[in-house]
């Protein structure tokens, strides 16, 4: 049973707070990347210079944002919330390039080749940022959880070609362990997709939701109902959805009772 209904939420947080809590998000996106990556991790933020690092030349034309990034060299979890601290207004910035820099600060704190051996063979050079603008399924899960697999399903699958007597396989690559963070998807109730648990049921109560092209966020403020035990779940919650492109003045709040599936 679900009730929709607009609200505000309790306590909403000061702007100082909300700055904090991106600045932390932001570390731990590209700490998590860099860690899945190495031994000895380094994560590397890009944030901008005023001045341009790199000329045009047959091969590169500028495009406004790489030229003028700069790549820290960070190794510890510590030292790069300071740094995305003190730089957080330019990835907050609504009309700046705020995500391009995450994307980079990620790829490049995974490494290069370790994204193209991420994905699915066939999918290796494919890019992060698809037709449109869009970000490709690898650039979300390289954020999400770490490494640019191609798929949402629990771990690996394997397809054979059995066609004619061949002996063809082909390996899926999807999360391979419980993400922090969820992801859920409209395509899925059209088949397109399938999701599995350990992006449904993250270890906390927070679900990026993609539909209609683009990405919202679906959260709650008690824990208990992602617990790991089931009769630590409440049977009775509440949900609260915001969609930064849906016109919002609150976030709406879905009020769940598990009792009446």
Known sequence: YFRASR????????????????????????????????????????????????????????????ERIRVWRLRSLDDLEAVVDYHVDHFADPRGPGALYLLY??????????VRADGDAECRHKRLVARHGYA??????????????????????????????????????????RADVGLLTLDE???????????????????????????????ADDRHIVHNAPRRRPEVFDLFYWDGLGGQDHPIRLSVDSTAF
Not at 143 to 152: D, P, Q, Y
């Open 7 to 66: 609200t505000t939420l309790r306590n909403p947080p000061s702007r100082p707070r909300r700055q904090r809590a991106l600045s932390r998000a932001i570390a731990r996106i590209v700490w998590r990347c860099c860690a899945t990556a190495q031994d000895d991790p380094v994560a590397r933020l890009c944030t901008p210079m005023s001045s341009s690092a790199v000329e045009r030349t047959a091969s590169y034309i500028p495009d406004g944002v790489t």
């Open 105 to 114: 600060s990620a790829l490049l704190s995974r490494t290069v080749d370790k």
């Open 189 to 219: 109730a059209y088949n397109y997709y399938h999701v599995g648990d350990f992006l449904k049921t993250p270890r906390r109560p927070i679900w990026i939701v993609y539909a209609e092209s683009h990405y919202a966020v679906l959260f």
């Open 136 to 177: 490709s399924q690898e650039a979300v899960n390289l954020l999400v959880v770490g490494r640019a697999r191609s798929n949402v399903f629990d771990g690996s699958r394997t397809l054979e070609d059995t066609v004619q007597g061949s002996n063809d396989k082909v390996q899926l690559r999807g999360i391979s362990q």
